[in-house]
């Protein structure tokens, strides 16, 4: 019987015809392996995962290979999404296993749920040097059956060797100059001039290493520093990676050249490099920084938002190709033929102007839409028609599955990004959409004990307790939100989240951050990871909510938690800085105070709005901004805070430390850099 009927997640709905038996990972799951006295088959994924389509296509749809698993397995089927405290442990296994890893992921456990066989995608048929499943299959059953002892002393092995691999946290000592200097000097090593980015392909977008790039140019001046993230956004921006019709990014791009992505788009993606964009705007008022910011913001609230108010997770990679096939990439690829179908005599413009080539930049001579060109367009106008119609007639497509569960961490990440970008470019329609998807936070996901559920789908809170980026991406998108609204009730929702933080997730003696919480289920393992991978680790994320609240509130015990946390990035820092790019903007942060910015004044002044607007434009890394009536008791930042001369007035601190109070936006803008405030 398949068990998955019931569940929340997409892609555990999506198997639930499956005629395997699936079950969801559960203590039942593992009872019924006990009594049955068989192996446990665990097979990790995620929807809009293309490898794993294949293989559930492959093997899971097909009726002989059912048949075998349900009579020599029980099978699970994990979501890793919604449990990645599941997935980073037996990650972790397969990566020391194999050397790599990757989803599908396909792990062979005992009934006490330790892992003795590992693996990712296999074919139904020997194929590249890789075993067919179902020879897999029967070889960890015949190893089950005849070498028992065998199976259960590598097991054992693995479950000591996980447990061997404890974190040497750095000590308590935070990042200084000295260590981020060094980490600057690592990223130029590995910057790749020519393309922008780091490293060779498959090229991902190093969202949380150009924050930090911008965050270390705004505090010592570093050129360099400047350059690599201006040019890796123009890159990116201009290359297939970028939806060039409608906005947002693909999650990576297989070349070095960021010309072909894996089609599926992720919403912690696009909300990172949303506000990313929006920061390069800050810095430099770059016009493409502006348009890419604006049209990522757009893209989440039309593509991904839920009836709702929170945003779904992923867009597929593949969809119908108009043939009945699920092809990756059909949705966005053009032909020169199509071009000429939609746009008649522009095509040859278009070709030209999104680099759409007889023999393709993709598969079977399709292009993916780029802006090869440099130069500014000659016929703007005559472009946004093309762009206009070319957009309509891909509306007329099969499109891309949508995952719509909500995850609280990546909710909070969006929160973040569209409170900010609707801020800065006078769109309250984002900051709408920003506190429309905090108060889905609040109303689903928060119980009334201050924890966060992972994941809802439908309004329907899920099953599975959010884990330490929850709480710390959703208060890093309240106090967001609180600089943003002057709304004293997100800061005090994120002193909530950030308490349980401090309680539950913390070392009380060392400051190292558990990735689950000391009251969660018990794995074969507590995941603890402080590498910022394609979001930021919880780790480095509630490093930079503590400090955050901390600069709000005045609050010693966040602070001091904070500090202690960024030891960790003191260690890894100046070694592997593309992997703790948000740990590094933290520790800019730290090292430049952060400022605490004060606006005073009625709200419906327009020097009040003046005043707001360019501290929260300001560029010192990390600052936090408050804003309210004088005699406000709304946010701790404006007690005490009176009008200067009758007028609106703006109080800048640090480090215990306070310049004299100003209404001269222009003297406010000096004082924490940025674009002037228009």
């Known amino acids: 019987m398949n068990r998955l009927a019931h569940e929340t997640s997409p892609y555990l709905l999506q198997h639930a015809d499956n005629p395997v038996d699936w079950w969801p990972w559960s203590a039942e799951a593992f009872d019924e392996a006990r009594r049955r006295d068989v192996p446990v088959l665990l097979s990790v994924g995620y929807s809009s995962c293309h490898w794993c389509h294949v293989m559930a296509h492959e093997s899971f749809e097909d009726e002989a290979t ?7 397995f029980v099978s699970v089927k994990v979501d ?22 990757g989803w599908p992921m396909t792990v062979f456990l005992t009934p006490d749920a330790e892992p003795f066989y590992f693996g990712t995608y296999f074919p139904p048929e020997p194929r590249h040097g890789m075993p067919a499943f179902r020879q897999v299959l029967e070889g960890v059953g015949s190893a089950w059956t005849d070498r028992r002892d065998e199976v259960a002393d590598v097991a054992g092995k693995i479950v000591r060797d996980l447990a061997g691999r404890e974190l040497n946290y750095g000590g308590t000592e935070v990042p200084g100059e000295e260590e981020l200097a060094g980490a600057l000097l690592g990223l130029t090593r590995e910057y790749d001039e020519q393309r922008g980015g780091f490293g060779g392909a498959p090229k991902f977008p190093p969202s949380m290493v150009i924050e930090f790039l911008l965050r270390h140019h705004a505090r010592t001046g570093s050129e360099g520093a400047l350059q690599m993230a201006r040019d890796t956004c123009e890159r990116m921006a201009r290359g297939g990676i970028y939806d060039q019709l409608g906005g947002g990014f693909a999650r990576y791009s297989v070349d070095r050249d960021w010309t072909v992505p894996h089609f599926e788009k992720m919403l912690y993606d696009n909300a990172l490099l949303c506000r990313v964009y929006a920061h390069l705007w800050r810095s430099t008022g770059s016009d493409l920084a502006r348009r890419v910011a604006l049209e990522t913001a757009d893209f989440m609230v039309r593509e991904l938002r839920t009836a709702e108010g929170g945003f779904a997770s992923a867009l597929d990679a593949d969809s119908d190709d108009g043939t009945g096939r699920h092809v990756e990439g059909a949705y966005y690829v053009w032909t020169p033929e199509q071009l000429r179908d939609v746009l008649g005599d522009d095509a040859e413009l278009a070709a030209r102007h999104f680099g759409v080539t007889e023999e393709g930049t993709f598969e079977e001579g399709a292009s993916v839409l780029q802006l090869p060109q440099r130069e500014g367009v000659s016929d703007a106008a005559r472009i946004a028609s093309v762009r206009e119609r070319l957009l309509a007639a891909r509306g007329e497509r099969p499109a891309p599955g949508r995952d719509d569960k909500v995850v609280a961490a990546w909710n909070g990440l969006a929160v973040a990004a569209l409170a900010e970008t609707g801020a800065y470019f006078g769109r309250p329609d984002l900051v709408e959409a920003a506190i429309g998807a905090a108060d889905l936070l609040v109303r689903v996901h928060l119980d009334d004990r201050a924890r966060l559920a992972r994941t809802s789908k439908d309004g329907r809170t899920g099953a599975h307790a959010g884990v330490l980026e929850d709480y710390a991406d959703v208060a890093e998108g309240f106090l967001a939100l609180a600089s943003v609204t002057g709304e004293g009730v997100w800061l005090e929702f994120a002193g909530f989240l950030l308490d349980h933080v401090l309680a539950q997730f913390t070392d009380a003696e060392s400051g190292a951050l558990h990735d689950t919480a000391a009251d969660a289920e018990r794995l074969i393992r507590r995941p603890q990871d402080p590498t910022d991978n394609a979001t930021p680790s919880g780790w480095s994320a509630a490093a930079g909510a503590l400090l955050s609240y901390a600069a709000q509130t005045g609050a010693e015990p966040h602070r001091t938690a904070a500090e202690r946390a960024l030891g960790v990035v003191k260690a890894l820092g100046p070694r592997a800085p593309r992997f703790v790019g948000w740990g590094l903007s933290v520790a800019e942060a730290l090292l430049d105070g952060p400022r605490e910015v004060a606006v005073v004044g009625p709200a419906d002044a327009d020097a009040t709005r003046t005043l707001h607007r ?10 936090v901004v408050a804003v309210g009536a004088p005699g406000s008791d709304e946010l701790p930042l404006l007690a005490d805070r009176p009008l200067l001369g009758g007028r609106p007035a703006a109080y800048v601190c640090r480090n215990f430390t306070c310049d004299a109070p100003t209404s001269d936006a222009e003297q406010l803008r000096e004082a924490l850099g940025g674009v002037v405030s228009d």
């Open 66 to 72: 059912a048949a075998y698993l349900n009579e020599h």
């Open 80 to 101: 890793r999404e919604e449990r990645p405290d599941v997935d980073a442990v037996y990650m972790e296994a397969v990566q020391a296993a194999t050397g790599q890893g």
């Open 614 to 623: 360019t501290a929260l434009l300001g560029t010192a890394p990390g600052a």
